[in-house]
């Protein structure tokens, strides 16, 4: 139900706005990765020629200018990309748990990183009235704050598989015995010793992500 009230909104906000008056949205879009921007900026850029308001925080300069988009560059998250390729080889040259609190640890320091930086804070510090988040969830339920901030509801847009923590923040069902953990990189037709596995690794996910 939750899930289907998130789309329906971002939905609403695309396909109507020629009935009604713009929108102001602040877009955050922080993880360094082109896969994430890409998806940010196709959402941006659409909202925009829609006729609503946008201010993009982003790793990334936006490609094509647009008069209603309002660019945050967020300069320095470069050392974030070094520490996810690093992740990465964990894969291989490390546990699986490793894996997993590294990039949780990785990405609260993004979030830290984001939250602190000069121009985040200068918008914080201004007058700057919003409509609406769009926020990433990759890991960082902690930039949901901006929407406490500023009042306003917030549409969470899932840039990867969904995980345990996106599943339950939208309460889609999540069951270990046929959800299989991205960083297992099992099939959804397990076998009984994978699933207990999986199992174990979804509560341990749940212990170091709280």
């Known amino acids: 139900m939750f899930f289907k ?3 329906a909104l971002l939905f609403y906000l695309i396909y109507t706005t020629d009935l009604l008056h713009g929108e102001r949205i602040l877009a955050v879009f922080p993880v360094p990765k082109k896969s994430h921007f890409f998806i940010g900026e196709a959402l941006v850029q659409e909202l925009e ?8 925080l982003t790793s990334f300069r936006v490609r094509e200018k ?3 988009i309002q660019e945050i560059f967020l300069n320095g998250t470069e050392k974030f990309v070094r520490t996810d390729e690093y992740l990465q080889d964990l894969h291989q040259s490390h546990s699986v748990l490793e894996a997993i609190t590294q990039s949780i640890y990785a990405s609260a ?3 830290n990183f984001t939250l602190s930086h000069p ?3 200068k ?4 007058d700057a009235t919003f409509d609406l988040l769009l926020v990433d969830s ?4 902690a930039l949901l704050g901006f929407a406490q901030h500023y009042k306003v509801p917030s549409v969470v847009v899932c840039t990867t598989s969904t995980t345990k923590w996106t599943d339950e923040m939208v309460r889609n069902p999540y069951n270990p015995a046929y959800n299989p953990n991205p960083f297992l990189g099992s099939s959804n037709r397990m076998t009984l010793a994978e699933r207990i596995v999986n199992t174990l690794l979804s509560l341990f996910v749940e212990i170091s992500y709280q």
Do not use: A, N
């Open 138 to 141: 990759f890991m960082m339920d």
């Open 5 to 7: 009230t998130i789309f």
């Open 66 to 68: 647009k008069e209603k």
């Open 109 to 111: 320091e993004l979030v």
């Open 119 to 121: 121009e985040v804070q």
């Open 123 to 126: 918008l914080l510090r201004s």
């Open 49 to 56: 020629s829609r006729g609503h308001q946008i201010t993009f």
